[in-house]
Structures are given as structure tokens and as C-alpha cells.
């Protein structure tokens, strides 16, 4: 099975690099320098997305919005004129599950059947191949491009032939790893004012029904001066306005949603366009005018203990 | 034979009861006129009846009234005869006043220590639950098989006072945790996934948290989760953001919680559990009930 990569971002790059020396690889990307490093590795540069889906069976997809999607698939050079019949397009892309949709039923008047397969979890887990890939869409393609997905992560789940479903559980992740994460810096800002070690909070979250993704890995890493999240912040706020955008289409009240929203927006409107989500912590510092790091307090700590 | 005087009303004071009667001797006074049961435990009138004879007294009381009445004025405790009297708080008060109080009875020779026990289920209480201990050393050592007899987690969390502000932080998290999975299944739901699909999904994603862990197969399987009702984390929470006010925190979306919390207190009632959460979010967001269909 040929097997055509667009988009080696950050996380594209990383889940593009599992399926060099498993498939014949051609990629794509506007950024040579990314593509120059697959080449070194083993991949065929294409000079268009047509000239990729051409000499493809599998065409995979990771950009940063739909809109992406829409111009790579459908404009000038794009994957939709090299496509045949019974090829496959798997979106991995954190789109807009609607918008995905009508990008299926515009490729399958081709015979080509599409669905998506964002990912979930850290950049490590994308690096590691352990990352979570969230496929939906027809079960015949889904099965047949299994080997491609695989050969990225074996965590692979089909949640139902609609397409789009992968992408919008891929947004209710989102929203709630979000959600949780800043309630729980907020929480433990309030727990530092009090004087309790980040150390010890850490214990006692995780210990208990308090404990979440978060808790398991911002905080320790933050008590240990470690980096725990590579992403943008930007990114985040786009996810997370998708969140709430498909919330508001369904009338599902998102209170605690929209304020999570609300206070990465001040973030990155405080932190500028290249901030990283890493970067909140320090936001929630200082709207708390605190710090989650005190080393005094928390060798006191470790002294009594 | 160890024996605890405990002092307490509702469903959390009676389970401590039951935990300390299997291995001590245990003599309740019920605080709330019928609300503190346990089989086996001798039951007094007055504090100092409990006083009297016990080498430990625990408070485990949800009423901030009570709690303010033992600790304030506490010559009942005179009539203890241990050496040492030591007065364990496993109710939640507010952190500063606990502080203040533990100074104040330390001049009358009371130890006070604070060790709330976090829960939201006592039936599961080995397996996501832990006591907060806020004194010394010293004093936990000495109590410490006490406190592991109700919950085999205890955590040392500083001087008096602390372990309220840790039950405050957890019990602040928690809720959010399930507050959040509540409002973003709801979101999911509307969007065509299933209760199932999710609790596979997002529970091995970065969107697990413990409320999802355990509220999304329940939901999917229709049943209960928790046993702590809605009127105890709407306590907790209040007292949380009362806390953040004081030390000038904004907790956004704890407090947030906190007006949920209360709203649907007023709404379902404060002794249901925090599962009826559920029902909730399916009216507001538009979704059969369970069941229905």
C-alpha cells in the first residue's frame, strides 16, 4: 500500500515519521526543510498534493484548521486531482467535524471514501507511537487504511461510521482536558495563597477523586522545573473555540467551558500569537499573584516528612 | 482497648463510627436528633458524658454551628481524664478558624488536629478516599492508626488548619472534575457520540479524569457512582471560595462550581447524591433521559 503524508508539523511530522521504512512514503508540506528531512529518511518529496494523492493509495492529512483541509483537497494542485476511485483520505486534521463531512460526500461523488482520525495525547505519545487515534467514518475504509494507523499508534478507536465523530470526540477531549487543567492550576493557586506545597496538593489530588491529567502530569513536572506540554496556545484557543462552537449549534449550555475559553483568551492575548500553551501556568500565576514553586516551603516539607 | 467519644450527625459522621467500632471502642453523641447510627457503639446524652473515660475525641459534624459550639466553649472536655486531650476535627471548617482555634485550646492544654476525611463514595473508601491531616508529627503518630481505621489513606498536610485547606483544594477539584464531564458529555452526546463510545475514549485520552473514569461506564450502565450529597460539596465549595476571597484568588471556575452546585442544591434538594448531577445536564442540553426511547 502506497501511503502519501501532508502536513509535517509538529505533531503531523511526528505521526508522518512512524510510517517511514513500513509503506512507500511520498510527503508534502510547504516547509522544505521538513520535507528534506523525510526525504533523508527515506521519503519521496511530491511537488503537489494532486502529484501525492497520484501516487498514493492511503493520502493522510494533518493542518491546522479545516480550512486547510479544504485548500489542500480542493484548490489549485490539490490532493482531489490526482484521487481515483477507490482511494482513501484520512483527515487526521483537529477540524470541524461538519465541515469534514461535506468534504466526504464531495470525494465520494470521486469513489473516494474519507474519514477522519485526529489524534489525542501529548507530543511524547505522538513521538513514543502510543498516541490515541480517534477514527470515524466508513467501517470498509476504516479497515482497509488499519495497517497505515496502526503502524502509528495501535491505539486506534473506530467510534461510528458518521464522519466527523472522530474529530468531534477529539473536541469533547479537548474541551475537557482544558477545563480540567486550568481548574486545576486555579485550585492549587489557591492552595499555594494558603501556604500548602505544590508537592503535597499533587499527593493529595491524585490520591483521590480530585486527580485527572493534569494532576498526574502539569503538576509534577511543574514541581520538578520540567516542561510537560508542547503546544501552541493558539492552537488551543481554536480547539477550544470549536468546542463551544459545536456546544452553541446543539443549544448544550457550556458554563464552566466558557469560562475555561475566556481565560485562555486572556492568555493569549496577554502572551501574544507565539505562545505556548505551557505558558498558562504563568498566567494563572499571576492572576493569582502567586507561585506554584516555592522551594523553601517545599523542602520544609520534604524536611518533616 | 482504645476509646474514641465521637461527636457528629449525618451519613459521613455515622460511617467513621462504623469504620473506628470495628476496632475500638467507640460512644456516640448525635448532634442532629437521629442522624448518627452505629451498631455496637454506647450512646450519650451530653459532651461530657463522651468526654468522660475517652482517650480521644473526634468531631465529625457537617454543621458549621455545632462544630463552632464544641470548639469554642470546651469545658465538656474537662471531664476526660487521658493525659493528653486530643481532639480530632474530621468535619470541614474553615482552615483559618481551625488554625486560630488549635491556638486557642492548646492554652487549656487541648491538642486540636483537623483530619477531614475526602470521599464521594464510603462504600469505595480504600480506593479513591484520603484523610487530611493538618498538625504535628507527633500527634499524628499517636492517632494515626485511629485515622487509618476509617481510611487507609492519611496525608500529613502541615500544621492545623492545613488539612482543611486540602480537603478544600480536592473537594474543589473533584467536583470540577465531574462537573466538567457532565457538561462536556452532554456537549458529545448532542454531537452524536454514545455514554459508551466516550467512556472508552476519553478515559484512555487526556481528558481522563476521575469523574470520567467513573461517571461515563456508570452512566452508560445506569448506575451510582457516590453516595455525597449535593448539599455537602456545595458547603465545601463555598467555604473553598470563601477561602479564595480571603487569600485573593480568583478560582474562576470553581467558583463557577460553586453556583452549580448551589443552584442544583435548591433545585434536586441538598440530601440527594451528586449523581442526580446527571439529570441536570440532560434537561438542559436537550437529551432523552435515561432510559427513555
Known amino acids: ?305 | 482497648m482504645t476509646t474514641i467519644g465521637l461527636a457528629g450527625s449525618g451519613e459521613t459522621a455515622s460511617f467513621v463510627a462504623r469504620q473506628l467500632a470495628r476496632s475500638h471502642s467507640v460512644r456516640i453523641l448525635d448532634t442532629d436528633n437521629g442522624s448518627l447510627h452505629c451498631d455496637g457503639a454506647e450512646q450519650v446524652n451530653n459532651a461530657t458524658s463522651l468526654a468522660k473515660g475517652a482517650d480521644i475525641i473526634v468531631l465529625c459534624s457537617g454543621s458549621d454551628e455545632v462544630r463552632e459550639a464544641m470548639l469554642r466553649r470546651p469545658d465538656w472536655l474537662e471531664a476526660g481524664t487521658a493525659d493528653k486531650r486530643i481532639l480530632i476535627d474530621m468535619g470541614q471548617g474553615d482552615p483559618d478558624d481551625t488554625r486560630s482555634l488549635a491556638k486557642q485550646l492548646s492554652e487549656v492544654g487541648i491538642t486540636l488536629v483537623d483530619a477531614p476525611l475526602h470521599t464521594e463514595d464510603t462504600a469505595a473508601v480504600s480506593e479513591a478516599s484520603a484523610i487530611f491531616f493538618g498538625g504535628s508529627a507527633t500527634v499524628l503518630d499517636s492517632v494515626r492508626s485511629i485515622l487509618e481505621a476509617v481510611c487507609p489513606k492519611v496525608i500529613p498536610c502541615g500544621d492545623a488548619g492545613s488539612g482543611h485547606a486540602m480537603r478544600l483544594v480536592v473537594a474543589a477539584i473533584a467536583a470540577c472534575n465531574r462537573l466538567i464531564t457532565y457538561e462536556c458529555a452532554a456537549m458529545g452526546a448532542r454531537n452524536g457520540l454514545t455514554i459508551a463510545d466516550m467512556a472508552i475514549v476519553l478515559n484512555k485520552s487526556s481528558g481522563y479524569n476521575s469523574a470520567s473514569a467513573r461517571v461515563l461506564p456508570a452512566l452508560a450502565a445506569n448506575e451510582r457512582t457516590a453516595n455525597v450529597t449535593l448539599g455537602s460539596w456545595a458547603n465545601d465549595l463555598t467555604k473553598a471560595s470563601v477561602v479564595a476571597m480571603r487569600y485573593g484568588a480568583p478560582m474562576l471556575i470553581a467558583t463557577m462550581a460553586r453556583s452549580t452546585l448551589d443552584a442544583a442544591s435548591n433545585r434536586l434538594g441538598e440530601s440527594v447524591t451528586v449523581d442526580r448531577l446527571a439529570g441536570i445536564w440532560e434537561i438542559d442540553s436537550g437529551l432523552p433521559a435515561p432510559g427513555a426511547g
Request: charged share 15%; aromatic share 4%.
Open chain 1, 1 to 305: 500500500m502506497r501511503v502519501g503524508y501532508i502536513g509535517l508539523g509538529a505533531m503531523g511530522g511526528a505521526l508522518a515519521r512512524h510510517l517511514i521504512g513500513k509503506f512507500p512514503l511520498s510527503v508534502f508540506d510547504l516547509n522544505q526543510k521538513a520535507v528534506d528531512a523525510f526525504v533523508e529518511l527515506g521519503a519521496t518529496a511530491a511537488a503537489t498534493p494532486a502529484e501525492l494523492a497520484r501516487n498514493s493509495d492511503v493520502v493522510l492529512l494533518c493542518l491546522p484548521r479545516s480550512s486547510d483541509v479544504e485548500a489542500v483537497l480542493f484548490g489549485p494542485n490539490g490532493v482531489a486531482q490526482g484521487l481515483s476511485s477507490g482511494k482513501i483520505v484520512v483527515d487526521q486534521t483537529s477540524g470541524v467535524p461538519a465541515e469534514t463531512r461535506g468534504f466526504a460526500r464531495q470525494l465520494e461523488e470521486k469513489g473516494v471514501l474519507l474519514f477522519d482520525a485526529p489524534v489525542s495525547g501529548a507530543m511524547a505519545t505522538a513521538i513514543a507511537g502510543t498516541i490515541s487515534i480517534i477514527a470515524s467514518g466508513p467501517k470498509e475504509a476504516f479497515q482497509r487504511a488499519l495497517p497505515v494507523l496502526q503502524s502509528i499508534s495501535p491505539n486506534v478507536f473506530h467510534c461510528g461510521e458518521r464522519v466527523g465523530n472522530g474529530q468531534t470526540m477529539k473536541t469533547v477531549n479537548n474541551m475537557m482536558n482544558v477545563s480540567c487543567r486550568l481548574a486545576t492550576l486555579e485550585v492549587v493557586a489557591m492552595g499555594r495563597k494558603f501556604g500548602l506545597p505544590l508537592e503535597v496538593m499533587t499527593e493529595a489530588i491524585n490520591a483521590t477523586t480530585a486527580r485527572n491529567y493534569t494532576s498526574q502530569g502539569m503538576l509534577p513536572a511543574i514541581a520538578q522545573g520540567r516542561q510537560s506540554t508542547k503546544f501552541w496556545l493558539a492552537l488551543q484557543v481554536k480547539d477550544i473555540h470549536q468546542a463551544i462552537g459545536l456546544a452553541a449549534e446543539q443549544r448544550v449550555p457550556m458554563p464552566i467551558g466558557g469560562v475555561a475559553r475566556s481565560i485562555l483568551q486572556i492568555g493569549l492575548n496577554s502572551l501574544g500569537k507565539e505562545a505556548q500553551l505551557e505558558q498558562m501556568i504563568g498566567v494563572i500565576e499571576s492572576m493569582a499573584d502567586t507561585k506554584f514553586v516555592d522551594a523553601a516551603t517545599n523542602a520544609e516539607f520534604r524536611e518533616a516528612k
